[in-house]
Structure formats: C-alpha cells, structure tokens
C-alpha cells in the first residue's frame, strides 16, 4: 500500500540556515505530494503541493520536487527563521491521505 | 475563512465512558476524516466519510465508530474509552478527491484516566 517515510528529528538550526528534510514515498498510483506544517498548539495547514512528476511547489520560502525516479519529495528552505519552529509532515494523497510521523524544526536565534 | 471546528480543546474521561468528539465545517465540503496523532507515529487515519451516512473504515478503526447525519458534521465516538486511546486528535474536510488539500481543525487532546 502507499506510505511515506520522513526524516526523523528533531532538527535544530540556527537563524538563517539551510533546511532539507528529507521525504520519500511508496505508491501504486500517481498520488499528490503535499507539506503540512503543525505550529505550536494549532492543527495542520497545507504548506505546499505538487500533483505531478516534476511538479515544484513553493509556498512562503519553502520549496519541495516531484521527483518520481527517486520517489522522493524534500522539502528546502534557504534561510530558515525563528518563525518557522514547527513540525513539519510530508504526506501522499490517492485515495486517501497518509502522512509521514512528522519532523520537528527547532530553529534558534 | 475556511473552517473545521472541533467542540472541545481538552477533555478528560473516565475509562469505560462513552466519549462524543464532534466536528463542524462550513466549507460544503464532501469529505471528512478522522485522525489521532501520536509522538514518533505521525497521524493514523481512524474513519472517513466521502458523503453523508456514509463511512469507511481507515487503519485503526478498532473500539471507534462514526456518525455523519449531515453533510457538515462528522462525530467520532468512542464506545468505552480506555486508557490507550488517549492522544490528540484531529479532523479534517476536503472537496473534491480525497487527494486534494485537507483543512484541519485545532484538534482536541483527550486525556483518559
């Protein structure tokens, strides 16, 4: 069956720095990619989305690949901010959503 | 502004209690699901719903059931709530396929003793 398998955290960097978390998935069909992010006491919100192979979604900074030869989905950001402390969750959508345990991103001042 | 609402933040129950979690969106949208989330286990999918009076079992359905009377509401009820279903968790709507963008609300993080 589908599933995805994310980098495990948590991750801590400092203001500034260059994030990847890395996300890789299992699937029979051509599902949707999608980021959500989780800030402190909040649910999820869609961050970004790609719906096809090569597809780049973007979203406030952060960036992420279709890449279906790697069947892979990381997500980057090229200066990271105190605001971005979050946990972030990588997840496939066919017939339903599955999600990735979730990645933790301390980021410090 | 979209949005799910959940009826309560934080809940308490006794094991053994018969526990309702509602949810609410106003966003017509057709389908709703139910998650619980846990530390290291991400979200796991617990029923889902793609029209009223319909639903589907998700990947741990066991010692839950569901109920969506109307289009906008989707409850999860925990017939004897025990102490190993303590967790946070989440519902969720989406339009459309199921694969298109879900929107979330707050959670509720029950507690049983």
Redesign the interface.
């Known amino acids: 069956g589908n599933s995805v398998t994310q980098m495990e955290g948590p991750v801590t960097l400092s203001e500034e720095a260059f994030l990847t978390i890395n996300c890789t998935y299992t699937a029979t069909g051509y599902?949707?990619l999608?980021w959500?992010v989780q800030y402190p006491?909040?649910?999820?919100?869609?961050l970004l989305?790609a719906t096809k192979a090569d597809d780049k979604g973007s979203n406030k900074g952060f960036e992420a690949t279709y890449r279906k030869e790697t069947t892979s989905f990381h997500l980057e950001k090229g200066s990271v901010q105190v605001s971005d402390s979050a946990v972030y969750?990588c997840a496939l959508?066919?017939?339903?959503?599955r999600?990735?345990?979730?990645t933790r991103l301390t980021v410090k001042p | 502004d979209v949005k799910v609402t959940q009826s309560s933040r934080y809940l308490v129950k006794r094991t053994g209690e018969k526990v309702f979690l509602e949810c609410v969106q106003d966003m017509d949208h057709e389908n709703m699901f139910w998650y619980r989330q846990d530390p290291g286990l991400g979200l796991r999918l617990i029923y889902f719903s793609y029209d009223v009076k319909m639903k589907e079992k998700g990947d741990i359905p066991e010692g839950y059931s569901v109920s969506r009377e109307k289009k906008e509401r989707f409850s999860l009820i925990l017939e004897s709530a025990s102490t190993n279903q303590t967790s946070m968790y989440l519902c969720a709507s989406s339009s459309g396929p199921p694969l298109d963008e879900q929107f979330f609300g707050p959670g509720t993080r029950l507690t049983v003793l």
């Open positions: 599902p949707s999608f959500y006491g909040e649910g999820l919100q869609l989305k969750f959508g066919e017939r339903d959503m999600f990735g345990a979730g």
